[in-house]
């Protein structure tokens, strides 16, 4: 058992301690990340920006651009924490920084320069909050790592009376679409396939931004689409995207045909104006079956048609002569030529070629 005075400790006096206790690690300083040592010594430094042509519009993008210089140098990668902002796309699609150096007030600096793509779907104002980045960087002779928090940037977007009837646009300096075919629609009979290929072009947007491609429905005609081919490209900075379509018609039936035109708007960044770019359709007449195929199945049916008579005057004429003369012969010789006429028949159903084509060699049949 618990004696008395123990009790009355564990009732009064401890409550009491663990406060003091408390207390006495509420004022204990934290340690300081040792990167952020760095920077408050005034040997880290780090810089945001946001970078882009006004007015900024949905769709268009910008460039956030961190910068981080040292004294000493990097011994390790450098990794950004991308923040979720909601109604803007924060992508890193450079792998590498830029690197440079450069002197300030007589020292030495090293420079670490990322971009990031920033795209926004809607208009109106934003905030980025805080990038979280890891750093590995060496001063004074000794290797530190750690965290270090940039500050917030704002970003400011708006809707052109232009854009405000348009249901969806392309917002880039450069953007086309365009159309071809593997083969003349000319000439074309039922049965016959084609290929449409349709390629969209644009710089300063990814592959997953530019439009999509649905063929339309035709009675007569069917449409089987590939999955779209996405392509990003970047080279000196300038990224390029492209997005094709391919789509394979079948012929179904004869008839006039013609694959609907498509239209596009395109804001032109680089001018700050609306451009409607056209898809033009194409219509094109499918004949009946050609001449070839319709004498060869022709050809076929005549010789059906002879085989089976054929057939059916040999069965009649087996018929007659077994009436005429099974009942004259003995029961022995009948069986005696109905086993020569199954043996001959059995003779007919073996192949004419061997099972395999060369059976002295080694492959299979």
Not at 11 to 34: E, Y
Not at 40 to 57: D, I, R
Request: charged share 15%; with cysteine.
């Amino acid at each position: 058992m618990i004696c008395p005075a123990l009790c009355r400790w564990l009732r009064h006096d401890l409550p009491r301690h663990c406060l003091t206790l408390l207390l006495a690690c509420a004022a204990c300083p934290v340690p300081a990340d040792p990167v952020e040592n760095l920077r408050a010594a005034g040997l880290l430094e780090v810089a945001t920006s946001v970078v882009s042509t006004q007015p900024l519009v949905p769709g268009q993008k910008a460039a956030l651009v961190v910068e981080i210089a040292t004294q000493g140098w990097f011994w390790g990668g450098t990794r950004i924490g991308l923040p979720e902002v909601s109604g803007l796309v924060i992508l890193q699609t450079e792998q590498f920084a830029t690197n440079a150096s450069e002197s300030r007030n007589g020292r030495s600096w090293v420079l670490q320069r990322w971009t990031l793509d920033v795209y926004p779907q809607r208009a109106g104002d934003f905030t980025i909050p805080p990038l979280q980045l890891q750093l590995k960087v060496n001063v004074g002779g000794g290797n530190v790592q750690g965290r270090l928090s940039t500050r917030s940037n704002a970003l400011h977007v708006v809707l052109p009376q232009a854009l405000e009837q348009a249901q969806q646009w392309v917002a880039a300096p450069h953007f086309e679409v365009s159309q071809s075919f593997d083969r003349p629609l000319e000439g074309l009979a039922a049965g016959d396939a084609f290929e449409r290929q349709i390629v969209f072009q644009a710089s300063d947007v990814m592959a997953m931004m530019l439009p999509t491609f649905t063929p339309a429905q035709h009675s007569g005609l069917a449409a089987y689409p590939d999955p779209p081919a996405l392509q990003n490209s970047t080279n000196r900075g300038q990224s390029e995207a492209r997005r094709s379509q391919r789509i394979t018609y079948v012929v179904e039936a004869p008839g006039r045909y013609e694959l609907a035109g498509r239209e596009y708007f395109w804001w032109d960044t680089s001018r700050a104006r609306l451009q409607l770019l056209s898809l033009p359709a194409v219509a094109f007449t499918v004949a009946g079956a050609p001449e070839s195929q319709t004498r060869t199945g022709l050809a076929l049916s005549g010789r059906l048609v002879l085989l089976v008579a054929t057939a059916l005057l040999l069965l009649a004429g087996a018929a007659l002569a077994a009436r005429k003369w099974l009942p004259k012969l003995p029961v022995s010789r009948v069986r005696a030529r109905l086993a020569s006429v199954w043996q001959t028949l059995q003779a007919l159903r073996r192949p004419a070629l061997p099972a395999r084509l060369n059976p002295d060699s080694s492959a299979g049949g």
